[in-house]
Nanobody
Framework: QVQLVESGGGLVQPGGSLRLSCAAS????????MAWYRQAPEKQRELVAT???????NYAESAKGRFTISRDNAKNTVYLQMNSLKPEDTAVYYC??????????????WGQGTLVTVSS
């Protein structure tokens, strides 16, 4: 069974920065795409950024120019560097891996989420 565990959330002032991490653990798996989503209070979960195993990246419009997604394949870890944070970035941020190859099939896994609060 593969698990994703996020870390790095917290309270930050507007204009500040945070770096989220998401580490995958388990046995006999290979992750292709990794992604960050977020869900603000009373809003639907939305995609923030994705990165493939080969390094192809896509960002939501709200993340372009401020957020940077990266990954370390050897550590099965994905990062989200968030700069110039705004109050509207306040949300629970979730790590997602939609196509993890376990020996005989593909599975999707979500992390438990980490809360980011941007407030003065």
């Amino acid at each position: 069974q593969v698990q994703l565990v996020e870390s790095g959330g917290g309270l930050v002032q507007p204009g500040g920065s945070l770096r989220l991490s998401c580490a995958a653990s388990g046995s006999d798996f290979r992750i292709n795409t990794m992604a960050w989503y977020r869900q603000a209070p009373e809003k639907q979960r939305e995609l923030v950024a994705t990165i493939t195993r080969g390094g192809s990246i896509n960002y939501a419009e709200s993340a372009k120019g401020r957020f940077t997604i990266s990954r370390d394949n050897a550590k099965n870890t994905v990062y989200l560097q968030m700069n110039s944070l705004k109050p509207e970035d306040t949300a629970v941020y979730y790590c997602n891996a939609p196509d993890i190859r376990v020996p005989t099939r593909f599975v999707e896994v979500w992390g438990q989420g980490t809360l980011v609060t941007v407030s003065s």
